[in-house]
């Protein structure tokens, strides 16, 4: 069982719709990072919520981090076909180890 | 700032062979972290250092992968007597340090390895 649990794993979408995918732990975190990932290419951060019920917007994205703590979601509104990528969220468990969601791969068609 | 580089980005070899992977971190970076991507998945941690110090490994990592930072600066990763299940993109990540709520990982584009 994955520490952070991702869904859909897949979603495929058209160009002007809205979309929302989900992070789900049993656990709960200090903080919690959300990732975009290009084919070809390494992660590049998001945003990371802290405190829980926070809520944080980065242009048509919405990042949620529950009121416990333990799960977020990412909703993008309008979405674009260069939103198209895997969406991964990630945590600090035990350690100093950030550990990844399995992701969801999205695709936005034209 | 150039950003995290990893060399090489693709590597073919045959099973068996050794395969050496290096990271050269942004620079002045104290955190450096190695992970391992298989397709569809998302990253699985394998170890990381704080300077030349490696402070964790992961239980993923049998005793054909060693990693060094002998600096404090790039890393090497290798990989020997490779096997068909070490095919993977393994990705190098770096940061200034931080606490639980605010350390930013840089990644970089990755190795990808394909062992036949």
């Known amino acids: 069982t994955q520490l952070l649990e991702q869904s859909p794993q897949f979603l495929s979408i058209q160009e002007g719709e809205n979309l929302t995918v989900y992070c789900n732990s049993s656990?709960?975190?200090?903080?919690l990072q959300w990732y975009r990932q290009e084919p070809g290419e390494g992660p590049v951060l998001l945003v990371t919520?802290?405190?829980?019920?926070e809520v944080k917007k980065l242009k048509r994205l919405t990042f949620q981090f529950g009121d416990a703590r333990k799960d977020s979601s990412l909703h993008i509104t309008a979405a674009q076909t260069g939103d198209t990528g895997l969406y991964l969220c990630?945590?600090?468990?035990?350690?100093?180890?950030?550990?990844f969601g399995g992701g969801t791969r999205v695709l936005v068609k034209p | 700032d150039t950003g995290v580089s990893q060399d090489p980005r693709h590597k073919i070899t045959k099973r068996g062979q050794n395969v050496t992977f290096r990271c050269d971190p942004i620079?002045?970076?104290?955190?450096l972290y190695w992970y391992r991507q298989t397709l569809g998945q998302g990253p699985e941690f394998l170890t990381y250092?704080?300077?030349?110090?490696?402070?964790?490994k992961s239980r993923l990592l049998s005793d054909r992968f060693s990693a060094e930072r002998p600096k404090g600066s790039f890393s090497t990763l290798e990989i020997q007597r490779t096997e068909q299940g070490d095919s993977a993109m393994y990705l190098c990540?770096?940061?200034?340090?931080?606490?639980?709520?605010?350390?930013?990982?840089?990644f970089g584009s990755g190795t990808q390895l394909s062992v036949l």
């Open positions: 919520v802290v405190t829980g019920g």
């Open positions: 620079s002045e970076h104290n955190r």
């Open positions: 990630a945590a600090k468990a035990a350690g100093n180890k950030l550990t």
């Open positions: 990540a770096s940061s200034s340090g931080g606490g639980v709520t605010n350390e930013k990982l840089f």
């Open positions: 656990s709960v975190f200090s903080s």
């Open positions: 250092f704080q300077n030349e110090a490696q402070l964790e």
